[in-house]
Each structure stands twice: as structure tokens, then as C-alpha cells.
């Protein structure tokens, strides 16, 4: 699948689950050529949302909620994620 198509699926997904205000969504799976990883075919992404279904969660319940909601897509797509989730009350992100 091209990295464009897995961006595309991984955003479709996220936000369908949690209408963020924003979402950046990052493929840095050139920069592990080599990596073990990386021989799957799958992909390594960095991920910055803000959504207000984060909000009163601790980083941890946060970063449950994005696994939850992108599940079957680690079983296809995705390798590893960078995630960075905030609530749209906090400043500074």
C-alpha cells in the first residue's frame, strides 16, 4: 500500500473517532530504512491531535484511546506511532 493511502486510512480513522480540532499526521517510516521493523512493510508515524475527547484524560488514557481506535490498523499499517495528544483547553501545544 503506498504511504499516502496508509496516511489517508490512519486520518480517516482518527477522525471519524474523534472529530478532532486538529490532526497532524506525519510518515517518518524513511526515516527507519533498515530498521527490523521496517521489513514488514508497515509504517512508522508521528501523530499530533487535539480532541475533546481527550480532555480530563491522563497522556496514558490518551494514547489508549488513539491504539483502541487504530487497532486493526497496526495489524496492517502501522508499525509504530509517535503520539501527542492534547485536550482543546491546554496551551502550549
Known amino acids: 500500500m503506498a504511504a499516502d493511502d496508509r496516511v489517508q486510512r490512519i486520518t480517516e480513522t482518527l477522525t471519524a473517532c474523534f472529530s478532532p480540532v486538529s490532526l497532524t499526521l506525519e510518515d ?9 521493523g521496517a521489513s514488514t512493510g508497515k509504517g512508522h508515524f ?31 499499517d502501522i508499525h ?11 496551551a502550549g501545544h
Not at 501523530?47 to 490518551?62: D, P, V, W, Y
Not at 509504530?80 to 491546554?90: F, G, K, T
Open 80 to 90: 509504530a506511532l509517535s503520539i501527542n495528544a492534547w485536550s482543546p483547553d491546554e
Open 28 to 36: 517518518d517510516s524513511h526515516l527507519h530504512r533498515g530498521h527490523a
Open 46 to 76: 508521528s501523530l499530533h491531535i487535539t480532541a475533546a475527547a481527550f480532555t480530563g484524560k491522563t497522556a496514558l488514557a490518551r494514547h489508549r484511546l488513539v491504539y483502541g481506535a487504530l487497532s486493526a490498523l497496526f495489524e496492517t
